[in-house]
């Protein structure tokens, strides 16, 4: 069996964070363990308490995990410390873990921020040039680069600058933006990205020495999404590990959350979380 790792802070109302990762590599039949970095109390109206775990006993974890079953593929979530994060970096060079997948998780679904600005330097310096592929949303890519992304050729722009910076591939979800509602800009662009994609939301992929790959599907008007970024970058890597490329990975993972998102599942009184088992309603028990 394909073995994910999933290295992430926890949420009690189980739509984000470690809950959310385990359920969907067990929706891609991968089996998930996991590195847990901090506690935190919240729910779909937000959250309302961050507890690190101490650096020393994240790397206790690590430990447990590659020292017994290695995993396949290894996604990153929230890291709130920044000894926590050279831990985590120094742990992945030392087992040359493969297929890892970045979330720079700094602010939630909900607007709440969940990293200070040193373990963003810690996050930029140690941990993001080991990604293979790092998942930012629209707010996080604006963190990570300066700029103010209100275009399709800005986001173009900073996904080129995460890029060359990290050495990696750069997946920027388009969710948050407006303007990816309307594509007049892609038809008349230099990469030649033709089609009437109208009312989509619009990922952009950039693999180095590859074209960027716009990924579109149609917006829901589901409000349910807490957790969507962290089940994406959870099943992007349930991908790698059951032996896809980066690409089909990545767009097999928007499907996957796609229809999660328009399962439309409804708990909770705020955004409620998505329905991560959706594949399988029909399957009897």
Not at 17 to 22: E, P, R
Not at 23 to 40: C, N, Q
Not at 52 to 76: C, H, N, R, T, W
Not at 229 to 257: F, H, M, P, Q
């Amino acid at each position: 069996m394909n073995t994910c790792l999933t290295i992430a802070g926890s949420d009690p109302s189980g739509g984000a964070g470690i809950q959310a990762d385990l359920k969907t590599f067990a929706a891609h039949k991968v089996y998930g363990m996991s590195v847990i970095t901090a506690l935190t109390a919240q729910n779909t109206l937000g959250v309302t308490g961050i507890h690190g775990v101490p650096a020393d006993f994240i790397k206790m974890q690590l430990e447990a995990v590659f020292s017994d079953i290695f995993p396949d593929a290894v996604k990153i979530g929230m890291l709130s410390d920044p000894d926590g994060i050279r831990i985590i970096a120094e742990t992945l060079q030392k087992n040359n873990a493969a297929n890892t997948v970045v979330d720079p998780v700094m602010v939630s679904t909900s607007g709440s921020e969940l990293i200070s600005e040193n373990a963003k330097k810690a996050l930029c310096d140690y941990l993001l040039p080991l990604a293979d592929i790092i998942t930012p949303n629209i707010p996080e890519a604006e963190a990570l680069t300066g700029l103010i992304i209100k275009s399709h050729g800005e986001m173009l722009k900073a996904a080129k600058l995460l890029e060359r910076w990290f050495g990696c591939a750069v997946l920027i979800k388009g969710g948050h933006a407006l303007f990816c509602d309307t594509f007049t800009e892609f038809e008349e662009s230099e990469e030649g990205v033709q089609g009437d994609f109208k009312g989509a939301s619009t990922d952009l992929l950039l693999i180095p020495g590859e074209k960027p790959v716009y990924l579109y599907a149609e917006r829901s008007d589901n409000p349910n999404t807490h957790g969507t970024g962290c089940t994406l970058s959870s099943a992007i890597a349930a991908g790698l590990a059951a032996g896809n490329d980066l690409k089909s990975a990545v767009r097999k993972a928007k499907e996957y959350v796609t229809g999660a998102i328009n399962a439309r599942l409804d708990l909770g009184k705020g955004r409620g979380p998505l329905n991560h088992m959706y594949r399988f309603e029909k399957v009897p028990v």
